[in-house]
Structure formats: C-alpha cells, structure tokens
C-alpha cells in the first residue's frame, strides 16, 4: 500500500487494518498525531486525508490507500510559520501542546472550506477536539484571527 | 514583575504550534518493548493463583513481573508527612479495587504483550466488596483495608489519630440560641482529571548501568524517589528526561508507570514502554474523591451562622495515597469566605473498594468549596435573606480568624463577594455596597458576638 505524506511518496508494510496514527508514528515515525484515547473521541490523532479532516486511530490504512495525507509537519515549521500556527502561538491557544496539531489541522482545513468562519461554524468544526488546558476561549480567538489576518 | 499583565512569548510554544515538541510517547526509541498490565477484574478478592510461566512462552513475550520482582513493593508517597506506607506496587494476596494491578509483560509488540498479559494464569477468591462511605462505620461492613475502614494514623498530641477534628468555640451555646438550623448533605462525586495525553513512560537501561527515564511526571523529583525507592537504588542511578507533559491536573502525580517500566528495564535489559489506554486512565488511575459531607449550621433570622456542625467522609478508595493530605486540607476550609465563630468539625478518610483518589486541583478545597457555597445559598433560601447579603454579613473580615485559629490579615471575601454581585448584575442595599473587609462595628456586629469574631484590634497591628 501507498500513501502520500506531506509530499513524500511512502511504499508501507504495515498491513491493511492498521490504523493511519500507528503507520504514521510507528512505521513513518511521524509523531504529531497523537495517541490521546485511540478511540475516536479526543481528536489529538487528526490529520487531513486529501484536505478533509479524519481521525487517523479510526482510519484503516486499506481505506486511504494511495491518499495524500497532511499531518501539521505539512503546514508549516518554525522558520515558516503558517498564519494558523502563527495565531495558535501568539494568542497562547496551545497551552500544553497535545491537542494542538489536531487542532491546527483541522482549522487549516476549516478555513480552506471558509474563510471567514463564524463563532459558530468554529465551534462546530472543532467540536471533535477535546483541550482540557485552556477551556478553549483562547483557541476560538486564534481561530477568529488567523481567519481575519488571512483577509 | 515584568511578566504581569504583559503577553510574553511561551517559551515551548513554537513547537507545540509545529507538532515538534517532544512529548514521551514522540520518542523513538530502537528495539523498545511495549509493556501491558494485568489487572484485577474483581472489587475485593484474594488471589488464590497467580502463574506467569504460560505467558512467558508467548511468542515475543520478554519478562513478565509480579510483587516478587519489586525489591520494596509496598512504598509510601506521602511518609514524609506522616502518611505510612500502605499499597503494593503490584497486589500481593489480595486485590482491593477493580482495576488494580497484580502483573505486567513486556514484549516485542502491544499484541504479544496483550496475548502475554490473557495467559497468565490467576484465580481468585472473591470478598465482599464496600463500595460506599457511608456503610463503612457498620459493624457488619466488608473489612476494605487492613487498617480498618478509615485511616487511623493523624496523630498529633492533641487530636485522636483517626479522623481530623476540630473544636472551636462553644457550639452547643450556638445551637441554643439559633433561631433556625440549616442542613445539608452534599456529595461532589469523583472526577478523573483526563488529560489528553495518557500515562506513558519509557526507560532505557544506559550500558554505564544508569536507567534513563522518559516520563510525563508532574513532579520529577517526587518520582524520581519514589523509582529509587520501589527499585532499592540511590537517586544517581537514575537519569529523568521530563517536564514535557500533555496535561496533568493532578492525575501525574501518581508514579506508578516509572518504577514498573523500570524494573522491566532492568530485567529485560531493553528499553520497555508502557503508555495506558483511555480506558486505563479512566478506571484505573486515580481521581478526585468522592466526598460526603452533611453540615448543621445554626443561623439566627437575619442571617448570622452562629456556629457549624460537620461531618466530612472521604472516600480515599482502596489506599490512603495522599488522602490523609486532602482531608487535613479540607479541615483548614470548612467555613469557606466566613467567620463562623462555633465549629464542631469530624474528618475521616474513608477506605473502600474503589479506585483510589488523589490529587486534582486543589483537592480537598474544592469539594469544600461548593458544599459551603451551596450551603450559604441554602441558608438565604430558609430564611428568606438575600443570598449575596447572607454571604457579606458573615464575610471574614480583617482579624478573624479560620476554623484552625489562623488569623486573617488580608481577606478578600467582601471585595470578591461585591464584584461578584456586580458582575451579575446584583443590586446590593446600600449597608452592602459599602461594607468593607474592615473589623465589625455598629449593627453589622450583634453585642453577643464581641470577641468571638477575631480580634478587634488586628487591624493596628
């Protein structure tokens, strides 16, 4: 099987029912998606499957054969930061840091679709991702101002 | 002071932004072993079998460990407060709760771990389970520890060891002259703090001999005492790679993942990770308490509280952990923001069949808190009284003092409790809105009440 991560073309081993997080981490080494519950309720493992946001622990790698994948390693690095991650960090929207590269890719997926989000549609987008550091007011603002920056 | 009130940079923020900051689960570690627990499926039984050799010889599994290959098993966290040791790194003859742990594998893989982990051979015996506070004083009640059913070691010269207790001034006159009695019971029930990320910890065996450990620890050097403690080692054998942690609240304090991934290390020689499930964190590690709490308070019509009678039970689960602390905490708080002049306060922490709790938050305050501010809500609703005025009339005020005699120099409960009404959109009377936090006088002061409420003249000193 085949995936596309991050612009690289990956021939994997891993076989067809393993979950997308363990190929990236344990086989690519891609470590941003986390393993937060391994059940589909944290949203700490998504990365965007041909840009739509997914849950890699619930995602079979036979079902994304041949994908391009976009972990947050795709967005951007610290020497170019994506206006998404630029928010996250100057508005402290990532306090511990475990949650945020779902976070963020789902948000860069969110403002692909629109770009000028209201309260509500950030709220709904990011419902599936759960912080219990910053009770989420700092992330919604970061959202808001990587929405309104990117104008 | 630079910082306050200024947005400064975080110091870790560029890589929590870019996914590149290193949490334990992030390292990769060459030919590292996975590590899974067996747990007890019962509330309470003994443990008639336990046979590890049929897990040994699952293919890819590495080591398996009991109580056995603990050199101190039974350790203490809290021994430094005054809290003996009381709880098995891994269950000896018996389990106490559902979820504790009797043996760990380590393997090539989860799976093999897993497989290693369903062939152990265990049976036990089951005992009849206590599974709420409030039936552990009956003389029939399953025995839950081998302690008794509360913790029996507080101590101190002037308090019975069992239970904190605290006797302030005359609370029977109170009650007398009360004008009504308010009671409550209040139960705030457990809470698992639920971080993110789960309890994982990796420890690679150095070829110097030294044992590196990578750990989400929220006390580094806590645990690292505790690893040289349960493994028999001096402190310089031991290299802690942490302060990375997806969230902690509390929940990692408890060091139970180091020492276990450590002796595996040692016996296997490889380095071994063990990272719990959702399902693990929720059941099997620790939360805040449950608590039950039943008060009296004696109040007059116009709502002074003359004096409070308690009754805290704190479900400490199946071990005292750092219960004893949470209880004696509680104490220092039974009467919130207020200067209650008579106190009758009895404090025990409870054992049962559960999961053991442990520290979230300012534990032990917190649950006070809500039970206290229900209860002013409560007394208002009684008489009849506003309840943000019920609050400020019996707001500490400067030179009271706490239910363990600390006298107040700086309180803040009439500021707060103003700004709170504001912030709500409150009208408050004028005698109210002007209150300050300065000594009682005039009719905010029944004569009664002269030197029971602090010292008048604190306010000089």
């Known amino acids: 099987m085949k995936l596309n991560v991050n612009g690289v073309e990956h021939a994997l081993e891993s076989g067809a029912l393993t979950p997308l997080l363990h190929v990236l981490r344990e086989e690519l080494g891609v470590t941003s998606p986390k393993a937060g519950c391994q059940s589909g309720g944290c949203g700490a493992c998504t990365v965007l499957v041909d840009g739509e946001p997914r849950r890699s622990c619930l995602t079979p790698l036979g079902a994304v054969d041949g994908a391009e994948v976009t972990t947050i390693e795709g967005i951007g690095d610290a020497h170019d930061l994506h206006p998404v991650q630029e928010a996250f960090h100057t508005l402290h929207a990532a306090q511990c840091g475990f949650c945020t590269p779902g976070m963020i890719v789902a948000t860069v997926a969110l403002l692909k679709r629109l770009p000028q989000p209201g309260r509500r549609e950030i709220e709904r987008a990011l419902s599936g991702h759960i912080c219990r550091c910053t009770g989420y007011v700092k992330i919604v603002e970061a959202v808001e101002a990587a929405a309104g920056g990117s104008r | 002071m630079r910082a306050v009130g200024a947005r400064v940079e975080k110091v870790d923020g560029i890589g929590h932004v870019t996914g590149q900051t290193t949490f334990v689960d992030d390292w990769r570690i060459p030919g590292m072993l996975w590590a899974k627990v067996l747990r007890s499926p019962h509330d309470h039984a003994a443990i008639t079998k336990l046979d590890v050799a049929p897990a040994l010889a699952v293919p890819g599994v590495r080591a398996v460990i009991t109580h056995e290959d603990v050199p101190k098993n039974v350790l203490g966290h809290l021994e430094g407060l005054g809290v003996p040791a009381d709880e098995p790194l891994l269950a000896e003859s018996d389990v106490r709760w559902k979820g504790q742990p009797i043996a760990v594998v380590a393997a090539d893989s989860e799976e093999a771990a897993l497989a290693g982990v369903a062939a152990i051979g265990v049976s036990f015996e089951?005992?009849?389970?206590?599974?709420?506070?409030?039936?552990?004083?009956?003389?029939?009640?399953?025995?839950?520890?081998?302690?008794?059913?509360?913790?029996?070691?507080?101590?101190?010269?002037?308090?019975?060891?069992?239970?904190?207790?605290?006797?302030?001034?005359?609370?029977?006159?109170?009650?007398?002259?009360?004008?009504?009695?308010?009671?409550?019971?209040?139960?705030?029930?457990?809470?698992?703090?639920?971080?993110?990320?789960?309890?994982?910890?990796?420890?690679?065996?150095?070829?110097?001999?030294?044992?590196?450990?990578?750990?989400c620890t929220q006390g580094v050097y806590f645990t690292m005492g505790i690893v040289a403690g349960h493994l028999g080692v001096p402190l310089n054998r031991l290299k802690f790679i942490a302060g990375t942690v997806g969230g902690g609240f509390g929940g990692k304090v408890e060091s139970w993942t180091e020492p276990v991934v450590a002796l595996l290390a040692l016996k296997t020689g490889k380095p071994v990770k063990l990272r719990f499930t959702r399902e693990e964190e929720f059941l099997c590690t620790s939360t805040r308490a449950p608590w039950h709490i039943e008060i009296a308070d004696a109040v007059t019509s116009d709502g002074w509280i003359l004096g409070r009678k308690m009754l805290t039970l704190h479900d400490a689960g199946a071990y005292a952990r750092f219960s004893?602390?949470?209880?004696?905490?509680?104490?220092?708080?039974?009467?919130?923001?207020?200067?209650?002049?008579?106190?009758?306060?009895?404090?025990?922490?409870?054992?049962?069949?559960?999961?053991?709790?442990?520290?979230?938050?300012?534990?032990?305050?917190?649950?006070?808190?809500?039970?206290?501010?229900?209860?002013?809500?409560?007394?208002?609703?009684?008489?009849?009284?506003?309840?943000y005025e019920v609050r400020l009339r019996n707001a500490s005020r400067i030179g009271d003092t706490t239910p363990n005699w600390v006298t107040l120099h700086d309180p803040s409960s009439v500021p707060v409790i103003q700004a709170a009404a504001e912030a709500a959109g409150v009208e408050l009377t004028a005698d109210y809105r002007t209150m300050t936090r300065d000594p009682r006088s005039g009719d905010l002061l029944p004569e009664w009440l002269e030197g029971q409420l602090g010292d008048l003249d604190a306010k000089e000193s």
């Open chain 2, 126 to 215: 089951e005992r009849p389970a206590l599974l709420d506070v409030r039936l552990a004083f009956e003389a029939d009640a399953p025995k839950a520890h081998h302690w008794g059913n509360w913790f029996p070691h507080f101590g101190g010269p002037d308090t019975p060891p069992d239970h904190r207790k605290i006797r302030k001034g005359d609370i029977d006159a109170a009650f007398e002259q009360a004008d009504a009695i308010v009671q409550g019971v209040y139960r705030p029930n457990a809470i698992e703090q639920m971080p993110v990320e789960p309890q994982v910890c990796a420890c690679v065996p150095e070829s110097n001999g030294r044992l590196t450990i990578h750990s």
């Open chain 2, 324 to 387: 004893p602390y949470g209880v004696t905490k509680h104490s220092f708080h039974i009467a919130g923001s207020y200067a209650i002049p008579n106190i009758h306060f009895d404090g025990y922490v409870v054992f049962t069949n559960r999961t053991p709790t442990s520290a979230m938050r300012g534990f032990g305050v917190t649950s006070v808190s809500w039970t206290i501010e229900t209860q002013m809500s409560r007394i208002a609703s009684v008489l009849g009284l506003d309840p």
